[in-house]
């Protein structure tokens, strides 16, 4: 068993019945450093909502670290977080994204 800090975390995404932790600081194309056993829906309560925003169904990102958001065409947005990874929001995450980018601080 390996403990981290929520601080380590850049953004997680699903993996069947686990999650990816990817950290922060690791190179876009690093493997993922941790699985979890545990769904999207209940890490996605246990995180707070004012760092942690899920922004696909199997994807939540550290808000801290995006450096960028781009919209596209179809209601979704792309994001460059720290570490050069590329996400991509899903359409009905876009509420939430347009939420967070009227207020990006």
């Known amino acids: 068993t390996v403990f ?3 601080d380590e975390l850049e953004w997680m995404s699903g993996a069947e019945n686990y999650v990816e932790l990817h950290l922060r600081g690791a190179a876009k194309d690093a493997a993922p450093g941790y699985l979890l056993q545990v769904t999207m829906n209940a ?3 246990a ?4 760092r942690f925003l899920r922004i696909h169904r199997s994807v939540i990102v550290q808000v ?6 781009r919209p ?3 209601g979704e947005y792309f994001l460059t977080m720290q570490s050069g990874a590329r996400l991509r929001s899903g ?3 876009h509420p939430r994204m347009k939420r967070l980018l009227q207020n990006p601080f």
């Open 4 to 6: 981290l800090s929520v």
């Open 43 to 45: 890490l996605e309560r």
């Open 47 to 50: 995180l707070d909502p004012d």
């Open 64 to 69: 801290g670290c995006i450096v960028e958001a």
């Open 72 to 74: 596209g065409a179809s």
């Open 91 to 93: 359409r009905t995450y």
